[in-house]
């Protein structure tokens, strides 16, 4: 199988799918951009994605970025970790639910929210309103410990570290709910050796661009 090339920087969204790598055991080749000096902004890494953001991975001739469709990617080509709800499974049904909400309702939410836009008329609005998607979230994640209930999968990467960083930053009211499946997803050792690793790399990235 083809090595992975994964396009990262530190302590963004494309932590998580460091994460996932890391959950999934496979080896990857890691290709750190400085945001702090503009590396992403560069005609090399815009050849890769063109929007300028990470996370992005190529593996072979596929080139994959948006990070729900990499988590997608990724946990599909390595159904042996068993991150990924097989086709023919009814979890799969919740599994993609929360894979494609996370990006089409609950960050325009969370952003509209916090740069106090209004989400407009309801027929035009992708998430309705900003209260029921908490409320669709916390209901899911209610009754524990994961999104799919008993058992853990690659959405939780994705919205563990999703919830972990909007409630950090004051986006998301840190609910006993939510704080509790931050800290579940967080103290995995996955999470912690990408946390360890991207801040070491953050420090690199931040010497290198003062320097
Ligand atoms: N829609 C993209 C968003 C990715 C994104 O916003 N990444 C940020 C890092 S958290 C980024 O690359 N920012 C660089 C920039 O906008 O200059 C996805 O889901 O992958």
Redesign the pocket.
């Known amino acids: 199988m083809a090595d992975i090339e994964f396009y990262h920087?530190p302590n963004?969204?494309?932590s998580g799918v460091r994460v996932l790598l890391e959950e999934l055991g496979v080896p990857y080749r890691l290709h750190a951009l400085n945001?702090r000096a503009g590396e992403?902004?560069q005609d090399a890494y815009r050849a890769i994605n063109p929007?300028?953001?990470?996370?992005a991975i190529r593996h072979g001739d596929a080139l994959v970025?948006?990070?729900?469709a990499?988590y997608l990617y990724l946990a599909d080509l390595f159904p042996e970790a068993g991150l990924a709800p097989a086709l023919t499974e009814p979890a799969r049904a919740a599994y993609l639910r929360w894979m494609v909400f996370y990006?089409s309702c609950f960050e325009p939410a969370v952003i509209d929210r916090h740069l106090k836009r209004e989400p407009g008329p309801r027929a035009l609005s992708a998430y309705a309103d900003y209260d029921s998607v908490i409320a669709r979230v916390t209901e899911a994640l209610t009754p524990g410990p994961y999104l799919l209930g008993a058992r853990f999968s690659a959405a939780d990467i994705l919205w563990g570290g999703a919830l972990g960083w909007t409630t950090g930053f004051g986006l998301v009211e840190p609910t006993p709910v939510l704080t509790a499946y931050v800290e579940r997803i967080r103290s995995r050792p996955a999470s912690r050796k990408v946390a360890a690793e991207d801040a070491q790399l953050a420090e690199a990235h931040q010497a290198a661009a003062s320097g």
């Open positions: 920087s963004t969204r494309s945001m992403h902004l929007m300028a953001k990470v996370p970025t948006e990070q729900a990499v990006g």
